[in-house]
């Protein structure tokens, strides 16, 4: 009986083996062997309560048997009863010192206890008995991980998946040791194995995205925080993790998702610390407004309020509230010296507030310490520059061109610092070769995708849906949905859209929609798709309600309270769009931002754009649709003069905000003269008519000049 017993455990039948086993504890109920092996049987049927008892009887009639108390300490360690277990171990080396996996027992209890250097010793003891044994030289690779000594743990561990390379558990530790020594392509390595091996645990797709990210593979590192995600693994590192692979992919709006549930599911300082990280993610986006609204209220009980305040004053400087990032910045110095990012930041604020001898106090202990920062530098020659001193500017400028220690963007900051100085100094020639020397770059406007319609019908020209007889044929008034119409902006490059958004999104009754190209892209989708007569004229008011509340969803990623105020959309737009706008939208508003094209060339030659000419008949092919959209299609068009609003700015801004319906408010002139965004210079055409010829003759052939 005993020899068909003990062949079932070996094929894996242990239900039989144990009916067998208790048949024999019939006859002789004390048999510790007997006991031993039905303890045994029922751990491998899961069961953890029955053997602890059984385990306990054996050892009443054997107390010296060294196995009988490892086993028990075993079943003991899963149970997570660590003191029991413990005794258990200690007792079985008690009697037989040499007992490698009693010793392993001692060193995982430790292990879970924290106990890494005592753990450290008792596998050691282990190792001299059994050097070979392969679970223990596991633990050592732990251990050693532990302790954060990266090398031994991957030589301990390495040995382990030598020797069973498919062992999942060895192969995970693994990673982590590669992680540990700064080697995330080797620990992505081990993860993958790992993953491959055990599909379904989740923590180690986890892994592999920490370990993909940090080895700067984003596109992978998302799919893996996502299998992480989708196994269960929601939780806040996870999250935050999938938020950083999306934001340097540039996909901001997932990112935005994936940082408010890790916000949501952390507290106290891990959630200080995501936060921070999130509002770093939005300054990066330009996102400034939202950087005060998430870290305004947090300022008071921050633990880290140096950092919190010097994020936060950065992006009220960059919304133009010089002041508040004063107020923000001057305690950091009556704490203790800042750091110079800080000092160049305050000295930059004391500046726009108009204090420029405190501004001054600020940048001379910066750029009379023993190794000035570049910026500091830069921004003294801009300072010097918009003080009027052009000269000693323009001197700095040139000093800092023959310097070898530039990186890429401080030498384009100091190329485009000085071909502004030379431009406001008559020195156009010398301006024009700065701008030669700057990145050649695409407009917004230029690199619109040739993005395809969810088509409703045979897509036709835009212009078939332009004549007056098409668009005035459509139901002037809004379906009764209860849903606002928004403003948009058509623009060019030049020709101060920058400032004029600045100055509307100063009114406290306005939001002004401002997010990147590629975001815009499904919300620019809609509202230019369908295209032609045909198409537009078949849309049903089933389709229309659809196509206005996924506008509003879609709005509401770029601003959440979008529709709550006058919304206007600054998205990049076409003319193209409007008789689509006018289908979906027929009670919206359209603001036309003018300007002398000639005037817009400079403007895209200061920024380096690239290819002008094909801009200057891109801007002719737009001003004719503009013409025909503006006779046949009947949106409520604002034309903003772009050089009455240089000279008389303050009216033209009172006219703006009156035909937008809205009162008058202060702050929408104050946001226009504190913008760094920059108005066309009416005539500065004149100045770079030989360097810009082929861009003025193709604006000549359409009208201009």
Same mark, same amino acid.
């Given at each position: 009986?005993?020899?068909?017993?003990?062949?079932?455990?070996? +094929?894996? $039948?242990?239900?039989?083996?144990?009916?067998l086993?208790?048949?024999?504890?019939?006859?002789?109920?004390?048999?510790?062997?007997?006991?031993?092996?039905?303890?045994?049987?029922?751990?491998?049927?899961?069961?953890?309560?029955?053997?602890?008892?059984?385990?306990?009887h054996?050892?009443?009639?054997?107390?010296?048997?060294?196995?009988?108390?490892?086993?028990?300490?075993?079943?003991?360690?899963?149970?997570?009863?660590?003191?029991?277990?413990?005794?258990?171990?200690?007792?079985?080396?008690?009697?037989?010192?040499?007992?490698?996996?009693?010793?392993n027992?001692?060193?995982?209890?430790?292990?879970?206890?924290?106990? &890494?250097?005592?753990?450290?010793?008792?596998?050691? *003891?282990?190792?001299?008995?059994?050097p070979?044994?392969?679970?223990?030289q596991?633990?050592?690779?732990?251990?050693?991980?532990?302790?954060?000594?990266? /090398?031994?743990?991957?030589?301990?561990? =390495?040995?382990?998946?030598?020797?069973?390379?498919?062992?999942?558990?060895?192969?995970?530790?693994?990673?982590?040791?590669?992680?540990?020594?700064?080697?995330?392509?080797?620990?992505?390595?081990?993860?993958? *194995?790992?993953?491959?091996?055990?599909?379904?645990?989740?923590?180690?797709?986890?892994?592999?995205?920490?370990?993909?990210?940090?080895?700067?593979?984003?596109?992978?590192?998302?799919?893996? &925080?996502?299998?992480?995600?989708?196994?269960?693994?929601?939780?806040?590192?996870?999250?935050?993790?999938?938020?950083?692979?999306l934001?340097?992919?540039?996909?901001? %709006?997932?990112?935005?998702?994936?940082?408010?549930?890790?916000?949501?599911?952390?507290?106290?300082?891990?959630?200080?610390?995501?936060l921070?990280?999130?509002?770093? +993610?939005?300054l990066? =986006?330009?996102?400034?407004?939202?950087?005060?609204?998430?870290?305004?209220?947090?300022?008071?009980?921050?633990?880290?309020?140096p !950092?919190?305040?010097?994020?936060?004053?950065?992006?009220?400087?960059?919304?133009? $509230?010089?002041?508040?990032?004063?107020?923000?910045?001057?305690p950091?110095?009556?704490?203790?010296a800042?750091?110079?990012?800080?000092?160049?930041?305050?000295?930059?604020?004391?500046?726009?507030?108009?204090?420029?001898?405190?501004?001054?106090?600020?940048?001379?202990?910066?750029?009379?310490?023993?190794?000035?920062?570049?910026?500091?530098?830069?921004?003294?020659?801009?300072?010097?520059?918009?003080?009027g001193?052009?000269? $000693?500017?323009?001197?700095s400028? %040139?000093?800092?061109?023959?310097?070898?220690?530039?990186?890429?963007?401080?030498?384009? +900051?100091?190329?485009?610092?000085?071909?502004?100085?030379?431009?406001?100094?008559?020195?156009?020639?010398?301006?024009?070769?700065? &701008?030669?020397?700057?990145?050649?770059?695409?407009?917004?406007?230029?690199?619109?995708?040739?993005?395809?319609?969810?088509?409703l019908?045979?897509?036709?020209?835009?212009?078939?849906?332009?004549?007056?007889?098409?668009?005035?044929?459509?139901?002037?008034?809004?379906?009764?949905?209860?849903?606002?119409?928004?403003?948009?902006?058509?623009?060019?490059?030049?020709?101060?859209?920058?400032?004029?958004?600045?100055?509307?999104?100063?009114?406290?009754?306005?939001?002004?929609?401002?997010?990147?190209?590629?975001? =815009?892209?499904?919300?620019?989708?809609?509202? +230019?798709?369908?295209?032609?007569?045909?198409?537009?004229?078949?849309?049903?008011?089933?389709?229309?309600?659809?196509?206005?509340?996924k506008?509003?969803?879609?709005?509401?990623?770029?601003?959440?309270?979008?529709?709550?105020?006058?919304?206007?959309?600054?998205?990049?737009?076409?003319?193209?769009?409007?008789?689509?706008?006018?289908?979906?939208?027929? =009670?919206? *508003?359209?603001?036309?931002?003018?300007?002398?094209?000639?005037?817009?060339?400079?403007?895209?030659?200061?920024?380096?754009?690239?290819?002008?000419?094909?801009?200057?008949?891109?801007?002719?092919?737009?001003? %004719?649709?503009?013409?025909?959209?503006?006779? /046949?299609?009947?949106?409520?068009?604002?034309?903003?003069? /772009?050089?009455?609003?240089?000279?008389?700015?303050?009216?033209?801004?009172?006219?703006?905000?009156?035909?937008?319906?809205?009162?008058?408010?202060?702050?929408?002139?104050?946001?226009? %003269?504190?913008?760094?965004?920059?108005?066309?210079?009416?005539?500065?055409? !004149?100045?770079?008519?030989?360097?810009?010829?082929?861009?003025?003759?193709?604006?000549?052939?359409?009208?201009?000049?």
């Amino acid at each position: 009986m005993i020899e068909e017993a003990l062949q079932n455990m070996q +094929s894996g $039948n242990f239900a039989a083996a144990e009916v067998l086993f208790r048949k024999m504890l019939e006859d002789e109920p004390d048999n510790p062997e007997v006991l031993y092996m039905l303890a045994l049987a029922r751990r491998n049927q899961g069961d953890f309560d029955s053997p602890v008892e059984l385990l306990t009887h054996a050892l009443r009639a054997q107390p010296q048997n060294p196995t009988l108390h490892h086993t028990l300490g075993m079943v003991r360690l899963h149970r997570r009863e660590l003191d029991e277990a413990e005794q258990a171990f200690f007792a079985a080396v008690g009697i037989d010192p040499n007992f490698a996996a009693a010793q392993n027992g001692i060193a995982t209890v430790d292990l879970a206890r924290g106990r &890494y250097a005592a753990a450290e010793q008792s596998l050691r *003891k282990a190792l001299r008995a059994e050097p070979d044994n392969l679970q223990v030289q596991l633990n050592m690779g732990i251990a050693m991980l532990q302790q954060e000594r990266a /090398g031994d743990a991957i030589s301990w561990l =390495q040995r382990v998946v030598d020797q069973q390379p498919e062992n999942h558990f060895a192969l995970f530790h693994l990673g982590r040791a590669f992680m540990l020594s700064g080697n995330p392509g080797f620990a992505a390595g081990a993860y993958q *194995k790992a993953a491959q091996l055990q599909p379904a645990v989740a923590e180690t797709w986890a892994a592999l995205g920490d370990a993909q990210s940090r080895n700067q593979q984003h596109a992978d590192a998302a799919a893996s &925080y996502r299998r992480a995600l989708d196994l269960g693994l929601e939780n806040a590192h996870t999250l935050a993790g999938m938020a950083r692979a999306l934001g340097a992919q540039k996909r901001f %709006r997932e990112s935005e998702g994936a940082w408010l549930r890790a916000l949501r599911l952390s507290a106290g300082e891990e959630q200080e610390k995501l936060l921070l990280e999130f509002a770093a +993610s939005l300054l990066q =986006q330009q996102r400034f407004a939202d950087v005060v609204q998430r870290l305004g209220p947090r300022l008071d009980t921050a633990n880290d309020q140096p !950092r919190l305040a010097r994020m936060l004053a950065e992006a009220q400087l960059a919304l133009g $509230n010089a002041a508040a990032a004063r107020e923000l910045l001057r305690p950091l110095l009556a704490e203790g010296a800042p750091d110079d990012a800080a000092r160049l930041m305050l000295a930059r604020a004391l500046h726009a507030t108009g204090e420029s001898e405190a501004s001054r106090a600020q940048l001379e202990r910066l750029l009379q310490s023993d190794n000035p920062p570049l910026e500091a530098i830069l921004f003294d020659a801009e300072s010097r520059a918009a003080d009027g001193e052009l000269a $000693n500017a323009i001197e700095s400028l %040139r000093g800092v061109q023959r310097r070898h220690d530039l990186s890429h963007v401080q030498r384009q +900051s100091a190329v485009r610092l000085l071909a502004t100085a030379l431009h406001r100094q008559g020195d156009y020639r010398s301006a024009w070769e700065q &701008y030669l020397g700057l990145d050649p770059q695409f407009a917004d406007i230029m690199q619109l995708p040739d993005e395809q319609a969810l088509v409703l019908g045979a897509e036709q020209p835009a212009e078939t849906a332009m004549a007056r007889e098409v668009a005035w044929s459509w139901p002037p008034q809004p379906l009764d949905d209860g849903r606002p119409e928004p403003v948009f902006l058509l623009a060019w490059p030049g020709s101060g859209r920058g400032r004029l958004l600045d100055a509307l999104a100063g009114h406290s009754d306005i939001r002004v929609l401002r997010d990147s190209a590629s975001e =815009q892209s499904e919300r620019r989708l809609l509202v +230019s798709h369908p295209q032609g007569r045909d198409a537009l004229n078949s849309m049903t008011p089933a389709q229309i309600q659809l196509a206005r509340r996924k506008y509003w969803k879609l709005a509401r990623h770029a601003h959440r309270r979008a529709g709550e105020f006058l919304t206007i959309d600054a998205m990049w737009l076409s003319v193209e769009g409007l008789p689509t706008i006018y289908r979906l939208f027929p =009670q919206a *508003k359209v603001i036309v931002l003018q300007a002398d094209p000639r005037d817009l060339a400079v403007g895209w030659l200061q920024a380096s754009y690239r290819n002008p000419e094909a801009m200057a008949r891109r801007h002719a092919q737009q001003s %004719r649709l503009l013409q025909l959209c503006q006779a /046949g299609v009947p949106l409520k068009y604002i034309e903003v003069d /772009g050089e009455r609003l240089q000279e008389h700015s303050g009216n033209g801004l009172r006219d703006l905000v009156s035909a937008l319906g809205l009162a008058w408010e202060a702050g929408v002139e104050d946001a226009f %003269r504190n913008s760094k965004s920059p108005l066309p210079e009416s005539g500065s055409w !004149r100045h770079y008519e030989n360097y810009l010829e082929p861009v003025f003759k193709a604006l000549a052939q359409a009208g201009w000049g």
